[in-house]
């Protein structure tokens, strides 16, 4: 069974930190992207970050970076989503994804979500002001 199995989640007041996890399980996933997604009440969801499978290199959104930080530990099948400075505005559901496609070019990646095949079921982000 294809599982991708997000938690980590919770109550935090602004300013403090999370670390969300992402555990896969019945699917390739070490030679893949990794995306974070988030999806706040009435909004649309939208890219936070992925973590590239070869390079290790990370790309972010501009409301996250210098803020949150993505790594993957392969040998456990889980990424991670490690969330500083937290902000009201970053109170959403956030999801991991696989990437659809391994390889991509130099300086790209995937951040449409159409580009990710396999989604997680979503933990709850609430930061409280």
């Known amino acids: 069974q294809v599982q991708l199995v997000e938690s980590g989640g919770g109550l935090v007041q602004a300013g403090g930190s999370l670390r969300l996890s992402c555990a896969a399980s019945?699917?390739?996933?070490?030679?893949?992207?990794m995306g974070w997604f988030r999806q706040a009440p009435g909004k649309e969801r939208e890219f936070v970050g992925v973590i590239m499978w070869s390079s290790g290199i990370t790309y972010y959104s501009d409301s996250v970076k210098g803020r949150f930080t993505i790594s993957r530990d392969n040998a456990k099948n889980t990424v991670y989503l490690q969330m500083n400075s937290l902000k009201s505005e970053d109170t959403a559901v956030y999801y991991c994804?696989?990437?659809?496609?391994?390889?991509?070019?130099?300086?790209?990646?995937?951040?449409?979500?159409?580009?990710?095949?396999?989604w997680g079921q979503g933990t709850q982000v609430t930061v409280s002001s």
């Open positions: 019945g699917l390739t996933f070490t030679t893949y992207p």
């Open positions: 994804a696989r990437a659809r496609y391994r390889y991509y070019n130099r300086n790209d990646y995937p951040k449409a979500l159409n580009e990710y095949d396999f």
